[in-house]
C-alpha cells in the first residue's frame, strides 16, 4: 500500500478526550473514529490491526476443535424471558421493539440464542461433546464507556459454547479452552495469566478471566509472581488429558479483587504481585443453568432426559487492540509484535521525487509485494521528520529506508522498531531479508 493513496488520517494533536496511551495512539494513528459514545469505526489500520487478532483467535478455536457459526445481533426477548435474564440483565441490554410491537434486543452474548439452536438439534447423548463459537459484534450499554475500544458499548467478541453430557466431560471442555486461551494470547505477544473470577451475569461457579498486567487496567489482582514465567505449552493434543497443564497454571494463587483470598495471599510472602490488569478473556463453566430453563435435553445412555452441561468461552477480539497497545509502545507510538501488526514492513523514500529513490523504492516496493510482504510504503512528498514520526507512531516492526546518499553505494537502512536497532543492507538483498 503506498501511503500517498492510504486512508490513514493521523493526528498531530494528542486527542484531549482520551485518558490512556492506547486510546490516544489509536486516535493519533487514525485507526478508529468515534462514531458515538463507547461505539466506533474502524478504519483501515485499525481494521488491519483486528483481522489479524481475529486470525489467530479463529486459528486457535478450530486447533481446539471448537466450529465456527455466526449467529444474529438481533435476539427475541422471549429467549432471554425462558432463561430469566430479560429483567436480571437490567440498563445494560438495548431493547428495542421491532414494526409488530415484538420485543428484541441487541445481544450482549448468546447463551439463550446457541442453546435454543441445539435443542432444537440436538438429541442423543451419542451427538456430545460439542463446541461453537462465533466472532461477532455484542452491546452493552455501559454506564461508563471509557478508554476507547476497551470499554465500548459496540464490541467484538470471540464467543464460544461447549456441550457436554457430565461434570466430567465438561471439565475437560473448560480445560480446553483454557489451555488454547494461554496459547491464543502467547501468539499476540501478551502475558495473559487465567485468575480466578466471578462469573457475574453469566452465572455458574467456576470461572477465570485472562489478565495483563497494565498501569491502566481496571482491575484489581493479586498473583503469584512466578505465573508471570510460565511457559506456555507450544504442543498441545487437545485429544489429550489436560489437566496437568491446568493444574500448574491453577495450583499458584492468583485472582481478581472480587476473589482476593487473604490467606493464600499471605501465605506466598514477598511473591505476591498486587497491580492492575486487564481482562482480555474470560471462561465459565455453568452446568445446566441454561439448559434446565430452557429445556435443553439429550436422551442419556440409559434412554433418560439428561439436561446439557454447558459453559462459554469469551475473548474481547476489539479490545485486544487496545491491550496489545498497553503492553507494548513507547514516548514515539506504537510497537506491533509482528503477528498483529498491520504491515510487517515501512518502506520510507526519504527523497521522493528523487528519480533514483524513487526508482530504487519502487522496484523494492514490487519486489516485496510479489514476496507476500505486507508493506507500507511512504511516498508522500514530505521532508523526513514527519515520515520518521509517523512510521514510529504507527509501529510496524520494521523499517526499511532509502534516501539518496546510501543508495549511491546500494545501501538502505533497515531499523527494528521495537530494539531500535538499525542495520545497513544492500538495496538488493532486502526482498529476500523479509521474504517467507
Ligand atoms: C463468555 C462468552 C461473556 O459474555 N458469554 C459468551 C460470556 N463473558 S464476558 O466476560 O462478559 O465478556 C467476554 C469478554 O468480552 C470483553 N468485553 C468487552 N470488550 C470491550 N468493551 C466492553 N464493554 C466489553 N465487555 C466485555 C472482555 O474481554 C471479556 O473478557
Redesign the pocket.
Given at each position: 500500500m503506498r501511503l500517498s493513496r492510504f486512508f490513514m488520517p493521523t493526528l498531530k494533536e494528542t486527542p484531549s478526550e482520551a485518558q490512556i496511551v492506547s486510546h490516544r495512539l489509536m486516535l493519533r494513528a487514525g485507526m478508529i473514529r468515534q462514531a458515538s459514545a463507547?461505539i466506533y469505526s474502524w478504519l483501515p489500520l485499525g481494521y488491519r490491526v483486528l483481522k489479524k487478532i481475529e486470525r489467530i483467535v479463529r486459528e486457535e478455536q478450530d486447533i481446539a476443535g471448537s466450529q465456527e457459526v455466526l449467529m444474529p445481533t438481533i435476539q427475541s426477548a422471549d429467549l432471554w424471558r425462558e432463561s430469566e435474564r430479560y429483567d436480571a440483565y437490567g440498563p445494560e441490554m438495548l431493547r428495542i421493539t421491532d414494526r409488530h410491537d415484538r420485543e428484541m434486543l441487541y445481544g450482549?452474548?448468546?447463551?439463550e440464542q446457541i442453546t435454543d439452536i441445539f435443542r432444537g438439534s440436538i438429541r442423543s447423548y451419542k451427538d456430545l461433546p460439542q463446541m461453537l463459537y462465533q466472532i461477532h459484534w455484542?452491546f452493552?450499554d455501559?454506564i461508563r464507556?471509557r478508554f476507547g475500544?476497551?470499554?465500548?458499548?459496540e464490541?467484538l467478541?470471540k464467543?464460544?459454547?461447549s456441550f457436554d453430557l457430565t461434570k466430567d466431560d465438561a471439565r475437560r471442555s473448560y480445560n480446553r479452552m483454557f489451555v488454547s486461551y494461554l496459547r491464543t494470547f502467547q501468539r499476540m505477544g501478551l502475558k495473559a495469566v487465567p485468575m480466578q473470577a466471578e462469573s457475574?451475569?453469566?452465572g455458574g461457579d467456576m470461572s477465570h478471566?485472562?489478565i495483563i498486567l497494565a498501569d491502566t487496567g481496571e482491575t484489581k489482582v493479586q498473583c503469584h509472581k512466578d505465573l508471570l514465567g510460565f511457559d506456555v505449552p507450544d504442543d498441545v493434543d487437545y485429544q489429550g488429558d489436560l489437566q496437568p497443564v491446568v493444574d500448574k497454571w491453577t495450583s499458584l494463587y492468583a485472582a481478581t479483587d472480587e476473589k482476593y483470598d487473604e490467606v493464600r495471599a499471605a501465605q506466598i510472602g514477598d511473591a505476591l504481585v498486587t497491580a492492575r490488569g486487564i481482562?482480555?478473556?474470560?471462561?465459565?463453566y455453568f452446568g445446566t443453568k441454561y439448559s434446565q430453563s430452557m429445556n435443553a435435553v439429550v436422551n442419556g445412555p440409559d434412554g433418560e432426559g439428561v439436561p446439557l452441561e454447558m459453559g462459554?468461552?469469551?475473548?474481547?477480539v476489539?479490545?485486544l487492540v487496545g491491550g496489545i497497545i498497553e503492553s507494548s509502545h513507547d514516548e514515539n507510538g506504537i510497537i506491533w509484535p509482528e503477528s498483529v501488526a498491520p504491515f510487517t514492513v515501512g518502506l520510507i523514500n526519504l527523497k521522493s521525487g528523487d528519480d533514483a529513490c524513487d526508482t530504487a523504492c519502487d522496484d523494492l516496493y514490487s519486489q516485496l509485494r510479489k514476496a507476500g510482504v505486507e508493506v507500507l510504503y511512504d511516498d508522500r512528498a514530505l521532508r523526513a521528520g514527519p515520515k520518521f514520526a509517523d512510521m514510529d507512531l504507527i509501529g510496524l516492526p520494521w523499517q526499511v529506508v532509502i534516501g539518496p546518499r546510501g543508495l549511491a553505494n546500494g545501501i538502505a537502512e533497515v531499523k527494528n522498531r521495537k530494539t531500535g536497532e538499525k542495520e545497513e543492507m544492500p538495496v538488493t538483498g532486502i526482498a529476500d531479508r523479509f521474504a517467507g
Open positions: 463507547g450482549p452474548t448468546a447463551e455484542k452493552r455501559e464507556p475500544i476497551m470499554r465500548g458499548r464490541f467478541m464467543d464460544g459454547y457475574g451475569p453469566i478471566e485472562f481482562e482480555v478473556g474470560h471462561i465459565f462459554s468461552y469469551g475473548i474481547g476489539s479490545r
